[in-house]
């Protein structure tokens, strides 16, 4: 299995521009989770599906931020728009039932 | 709501020296428990971890982590550090979350370790 496939790794934008980062989950996977780290903040929770359905979306800072999962194999996470605060790292996730968190190799958001 | 708090943002240690990572754990019912590793541009890799049973836990790496319900402690050790090993550790806690049988885990904000030669 290739693991989690996010893209695109590294992203430079300015200020006010939309944002799309994308996650393909491990093949079988019914949860998917959607992470953010910054130095200040650590490693947060934005939001996670189960089974293609947001479960808990607490963690989405604000509306600027969006997630879908149309399907078992893909989901998106977007802002718009976005601001320099948003720089981050935002990793992915999935998992099987209980079972331990896989996650993806990240995305370096930068905003200007 | 359950947090994890990593005391230690920074050890170094010489290769070749014992190491032990702190983490205490704050959550209301019997936690699952977890150790990742992170390398610099890398994504998180999982340790180990405990969800119930022996308390000592063994995982990858040589690494092992002991669970004590007393200290609400999740401590992560290995006898032997490796210059390999210099990266940035989280201990993270399981909760179930809404959805059924799935799992959101809070993590602490790590701890980097830098293995001296």
């Known amino acids: 299995d290739a693991g989690v496939i996010q893209s695109p790794r590294h992203e430079v934008t300015e200020m006010g521009q939309e944002v799309t980062l994308r996650c393909k989950p491990i093949s079988g996977h019914n949860s998917l989770f959607w992470y953010r780290q910054t130095m200040m903040r650590g490693l947060e929770l934005l939001i996670y599906f189960n089974n293609n359905v947001p479960i808990d979306d607490s963690g989405m800072p604000e509306d600027r931020f969006s997630a879908k999962m149309p399907n078992a194999s893909f989901s998106t996470l977007k802002i718009q728009p976005s601001e320099p605060r948003d720089s981050a790292v935002y990793f992915c996730a999935s998992s099987l039932g209980a079972n331990v968190l896989t996650f993806g190799a990240g995305s370096r958001l930068t905003v200007l | 709501a359950q947090s994890v708090t990593q005391p230690d943002i920074h050890i170094t240690v010489s290769e070749g020296a014992s190491l032990e990572l702190r983490c205490n754990y704050s959550y209301g019912a019997t936690p699952y428990l977890f150790w990742y590793v992170q390398s610099p541009g890398q994504g998180l890799q999982l340790l180990l971890k405990y969800f119930s049973g022996d308390t000592l836990v063994q995982g990858i790496k040589g690494f092992e982590a002991e669970f004590k319900r007393s200290q609400s402690s999740f401590n992560l050790r290995k006898p032997s550090v490796h210059w390999s090993d210099a990266a940035e550790y989280f201990c993270?806690?399981?909760?179930?979350?809404?959805?059924?049988?799935?799992?959101?885990?809070?993590f602490g904000k790590g701890t980097l370790l830098t293995v001296n030669p």
């Open positions: 993270a806690v399981g909760a179930r979350g809404s959805g059924g049988s799935n799992y959101k885990l809070t």
